[in-house]
Structures are given as structure tokens and as C-alpha cells.
């Protein structure tokens, strides 16, 4: 009789502690899914802060267009966000890119600006222009020798309700003292309808 008793209290004991390692086993997989989950938002907000339109220049994406100077030590102008590609919403304002200048040689006035090349609706190019309300151009930008320029550009867009759903691309020319600097260099614009 005693021991039935000590195998039952045995078999109890023994369906506690499987118990437990139930529980602690659910626990286990309950955190690691929340630490996935939290992970896989965090990539997916830095996937989107490389593709999508910033509200201006701030310390942030100042340190962001020296980190794109610093990979390449021959680029003369590099752009923010660096795919090159922005997504506006029709009714959004005041969401852009940045760029900044890189002076190569000798101390020099530099120049910039930006014109529409190409669109994939019925916009006209000159429609295209007139979405950009502030940065489309620049000049007498002084650069000191083997520098970057102090204050990134923000060039700003103002898309309509009434604009069409499009792609604009937009190239950003460069001169410094009259003369090209380096080569043109294309962003997108995507519209996205609300």
C-alpha cells in the first residue's frame, strides 16, 4: 500500500514538473516572439527611412550626408535619402530631399539647380518644376578648398490634391564658377494618391 502511495505522489510530482516545463517552455516562446516581432519592425522603419521624403535638415540627416561623403571620397555632391527616390502623398507638404556639396580643389562659388526630365503621366516638365517650392536653385555658394559645404540644401515639394499619381524624375546639375561640376545627378519623386 505504501508504496501505491509513493507512486502516485511520484506520478503527481512527476506531471508538476512537466507542467512547469510547460509553462517556462511557453514563456520562452512567448518572448522570443516578441523580441522577432520588435526586431522585424525596427528593419522595416530603417528600410523606410532610406526611401521615403524628409521634412528638412537636421542634425540626423546632416551626419547621414557625411556618412555618404566618408563611403566615397570622389563623390562631389551626394543626396539624401540616399536611394534617390522620394514618396510624396498628393496634399503632403513640405516633405523633400537634401544634397549637399563636396569642393574637390581651390576655394570656389558654387551653383545648382534642379530641373524636371522626365515624367511617367501627361504632366508637362514645366508642371513638374512647379512642384518644387523651395530649392530649386542656388548660387553664390562659397566652399573652401577640400571641404563640404556647411548647410545641406533642402529642396521642398508642394504636391497638390489635384496632381496625378506619377513619377517624376528631377536632375540636380552642379557648377562651380560657371563651369559643370561633375555630372547631373537624378532623384525621384513617386506621387503616391492619398
Known amino acids: 500500500m505504501i508504496s501505491k502511495n509513493k507512486q502516485t505522489r511520484d506520478l503527481v510530482r512527476n506531471r508538476s514538473g512537466a507542467m512547469?516545463?510547460?509553462?517556462?517552455?511557453m514563456v520562452t516562446i512567448v518572448l522570443m516572439v516578441a523580441v522577432?516581432?520588435?526586431v522585424l519592425y525596427f528593419i522595416t522603419k530603417i528600410g523606410e527611412s532610406g526611401t521615403t521624403a524628409i521634412n528638412g535638415i537636421d542634425s540626423a540627416v546632416k551626419a547621414e550626408i557625411d556618412k555618404l561623403f566618408a563611403k566615397d571620397s570622389t563623390k562631389k555632391v551626394v543626396i539624401y535619402p540616399a536611394a534617390r527616390e522620394i514618396t510624396i502623398k498628393k496634399g503632403d507638404d513640405s516633405l523633400g530631399f537634401g544634397?549637399?556639396?563636396?569642393?574637390t580643389e581651390e576655394e570656389a562659388s558654387f551653383s545648382y539647380e534642379i530641373t524636371a526630365k522626365e515624367t511617367s503621366c501627361?504632366?508637362?516638365l514645366t508642371e513638374a518644376e512647379d512642384l518644387i517650392a523651395l530649392g530649386k536653385k542656388g548660387s553664390g555658394i562659397r566652399i573652401p578648398s577640400a571641404s563640404i559645404m556647411d548647410d545641406p540644401i533642402f529642396v521642398k515639394f508642394v504636391i497638390p490634391d489635384s496632381a496625378p499619381a506619377c513619377k517624376i524624375r528631377y536632375n540636380v546639375d552642379v557648377e562651380r564658377d560657371g563651369n559643370i561640376y561633375g555630372s547631373s545627378i537624378g532623384v525621384d519623386l513617386v506621387i503616391e494618391s492619398e
Do not use: C, P
Request: glycine share 6%; charged share 25%.
Open 20 to 25: 512547469e516545463m510547460t509553462m517556462g517552455t
Open 122 to 124: 501627361d504632366m508637362k
Open 36 to 38: 522577432l516581432v520588435m
Open 99 to 103: 544634397f549637399a556639396i563636396r569642393n
